[in-house]
């Protein structure tokens, strides 16, 4: 395992800006949050502009990129069009594992098993895999669901953020069962009331998280993605966040 950073810890700036920042804060491995913020990195441009949006990917200041996290705002079959975009975007810049969202809750079980395989099948055309976000208010909120869903769709994987278990209605749920579907993770540090809380205020047991993961073979990332929280020293936040999971490894 190894320590990373999302460029959403920095929302406010563009590639290579964000990559600057984190080599910076020493941190040697980022993932890259492709968002709708008018770059060459949006989801909508990717494929108009393969080549820029390529060259931005590899201008990471000698930072290794370890994921995508992908939000697209189309739908339809314009949603899967941009995906099969950022699926080859994976491939041509050797990043396997994309991160999307779960749907919300009230989505129909078998419609959203439906959308999940045909992404997977896009995916693994382009060598690429896929990750359902863990995420309070969707379906991926319970741990349940989430197994049975990996069961479902085979080949989907979980991107694991503890504090969405540890806020939401399932946290007296044990983890354990989820644990060999994680591809990839989000770290920040919560408290049972509050999604986000200064790092070392909060109750995220990293360690037993890292335990957990290293049980099932687990030796991907360990991404840190804390937004911006007014009246602190977000620089300060990465660099004590960084440190701690360093020690853990």
Do not use: W
Not at 176 to 190: A, C, E, G
């Amino acid at each position: 395992m190894y320590v990373a950073a999302s460029t959403d810890c920095f929302p406010e700036l563009h590639m290579p800006d964000v990559a600057d920042q984190l080599a910076d804060l020493e941190f040697a491995t980022i993932e890259l949050s492709l968002r709708e913020n008018g770059g060459p990195l949006s989801p909508s441009r990717i494929d108009e502009e393969f080549d820029t949006a390529l060259n931005l990917a590899r201008r990471s200041h000698r930072l290794e990129v370890c994921s995508y996290d992908v939000h697209i705002d189309a739908k339809g079959e314009e949603y899967y069009k941009q995906f099969d975009a950022i699926c080859r975007f994976g491939k041509a810049t050797k990043v396997v594992t994309l991160t999307v969202p779960s749907a919300e809750l009230g989505t129909p079980f078998n419609e959203e098993v439906e959308h999940l395989q045909k992404m997977v099948e896009i995916a693994e055309g382009e060598g690429v895999r896929v990750a359902m976000k863990s995420h309070i208010g969707c379906l991926s909120e319970d741990p349940d669901t989430v197994k049975v869903l990996c069961d479902n769709v085979k080949g989907l994987g979980l991107t694991l953020d503890p504090s969405h278990y540890h806020c939401g209605p399932h946290s007296h749920k044990n983890l354990d069962k989820i644990m060999p579907y994680v591809f990839h993770t989000h770290l920040r540090d919560s408290k049972k009331n509050k999604l986000q809380v200064r790092v070392g205020q909060g109750e995220i047991e990293y360690g037993r998280v890292v335990q957990q993961l290293a049980a099932v073979g687990y030796t991907h990332a360990l991404s840190i993605q804390i937004p911006p929280m007014a009246d602190l020293d977000q620089r300060s936040e990465l660099r004590k966040l960084r440190l701690l999971l360093e020690t853990l490894l």
